[in-house]
């Protein structure tokens, strides 16, 4: 799993790239929220683990806070970005049957950069999104948000994942 450093520097490349070859990358965020007498380093360690199996290998997943995690996609548009957000948010209630455990909350959410935007411009518009994320899962303020985050919701688990398995796939 990346540093923050290592994600600052994959970020330029990667904007460097999809600027001089005009191919697309996204970026995703999660964020766990604890309840305060969790252990964040036990849990932070389980939600890299489900968000590692559920990316691709040419993915970089960085933790960049105690509670914080960055996915830069290359080659990937929104649409999938967002697909991919919506499996880590259920690879993580997975990890407790279904359940998430006391405490704990992942919200995930995605965006790609339109032209004229950076890589850094889409972690911003992804970030603002959790930060608005209403209630009931939807963005209480913008309209284009608020469709990609109930298209999220519209993503079907992958039969047959659960922390067991994901403990098993990864060689754990």
């Keep these: 799993m990346d540093t923050r450093a290592d994600w600052d520097q994959a970020l330029r490349q990667e904007d460097a790239r999809t600027l001089r070859y005009g191919r697309p990358a996204s970026v995703m965020v999660a964020v766990m929220r604890l309840a305060p007498d969790e252990d964040g380093d036990r ?9 590692r199996f559920e990316a691709r290998e040419t993915d970089r997943v960085a933790r960049v806070g105690p509670d914080r995690f960055h996915v830069l996609l290359p080659e990937t548009l929104e649409a999938d ?5 919506e499996r880590v948010r259920l690879a993580c209630l997975a990890l407790s049957s279904g359940k998430q455990p006391a405490g704990l909350e992942v919200r995930t959410s995605a965006a790609a950069p339109v032209p004229g935007q950076t890589l850094r411009d889409a972690l911003r518009i992804a970030s603002s999104r959790l930060a608005n994320d209403g209630p009931d899962g939807a963005d209480s303020g913008d309209e284009a948000s608020t469709k990609m985050l109930k298209f999220e919701r519209r993503v079907v688990a992958q039969p047959g994942v659960d922390g067991r398995d994901l403990d098993d796939r990864a060689g754990r």
């Excluded at 849990?43 to 968000?51: H, L, M, P, Q």
């Excluded at 970005?81 to 957000?85: E, F, I, N, P, S």
């Design 81 to 85: 970005a967002a697909a991919l957000a």
């Design 43 to 51: 849990d932070a360690g389980r939600v890299g683990k489900a968000i």
